[in-house]
């Protein structure tokens, strides 16, 4: 199955004022989540903009994809309340099935096509009023929500999603685009991003009559009962916190890179931040 990796790096730069560039952990996640999803699953490429492929391609990371495709330089949705933004357009240019991967997110092992679901993600998740709130909480211009849209159901977590339905899959992102294209929000940096992002998909699977089910839930993810995946996006800042915690992970990881790609020792050694750990 195809799978893609996303980035748009308008949000980094805007927030920072900075050239494009990420943290140690993070390099070392998106080698190993695009490396396995290879080994494990078929290809993976990465969809982003010039800035980010520039930082790949300088740091010799081109090769852990099959490809990189340039397409999300002319991204038009506020960068600063949609964050996420470039992860509804690249996916709105690809065809099902897909699976799009964070790139802290490590798939171990092979999924089953034949298993799963019109749309599959890896939880639900509850909707707190603070995060997820309701309909009239949401204002735009020249868009409207579908009169049967179902706000009742769970929020998917697309860390990690496969679209096995193409109709879905053009709905869904066609639906999540207008939404941010026509809300003139200027300062919610949360809730109108998760809502595209993750509460309309399920909302759109239902208007269409399409499936949507989960590899795993909350607890089982929470308590490290499942084996399957790796997803590093709550540690993050207690790696930023705690260097002891960040040098031992990344460590960990540029071991288990070298034990199953050892080709990728000249890569790593080649990257200025991981100097420390090699």
Not at 14 to 27: A, H, L
Request: glycine share 4%.
């Amino acid at each position: 199955m195809d799978a893609i990796h996303i980035n748009w790096t308008k949000p980094f730069t805007n927030r920072t004022n900075r050239p494009y560039e990420t943290e140690d952990f993070e390099i070392l996640t998106t080698i190993l989540s695009a490396l396995t999803w290879r080994k494990m699953n078929g290809s993976i490429t990465m969809v982003c903009d010039s800035a980010a492929a520039a930082f790949y391609r300088a740091n010799g990371l081109n090769v852990i994809w099959d490809k990189i495709d340039v397409c999300l330089d002319d991204v038009d949705v506020n960068a600063d309340v949609f964050w996420a933004g470039g992860k509804l357009f690249a996916l709105a240019k690809q065809t099902a099935p897909i699976a799009m991967i964070d790139t802290d997110f490590i798939m171990w092992e092979k999924v089953n096509e034949a298993e799963l679901s019109d749309v599959t993600v890896i939880h639900f998740e509850e909707l707190a009023p603070h995060i997820y709130p309701p309909r009239e909480f949401f204002h735009a211009t020249d868009y409207e929500f579908p009169q049967d849209f179902d706000w009742t159901k769970k929020a998917c977590n697309t860390a990690f999603c496969i679209i096995k339905n193409e109709e879905l899959l053009r709905y869904y992102t066609d639906e999540a685009i207008n939404f941010m294209r026509h809300t003139d929000e200027k300062n919610d940096r949360l809730a109108y991003m998760v809502f595209a992002e993750q509460r309309m998909l399920p909302m759109c699977a239902a208007r269409l009559g399409m499936t949507v089910s989960a590899f795993s839930d909350m607890p089982s993810l929470f308590k490290g009962g499942d084996t399957r995946f790796t997803h590093t996006w709550g540690m993050k800042q207690q790696m930023r916190d705690n260097d002891a915690l960040r040098y031992d992970f990344c460590k960990r990881c540029i071991r288990r890179i070298l034990t199953d790609y050892p080709y990728m020792e000249s890569v790593l050694t080649g990257i200025k931040c991981l100097e420390r750990y090699m």
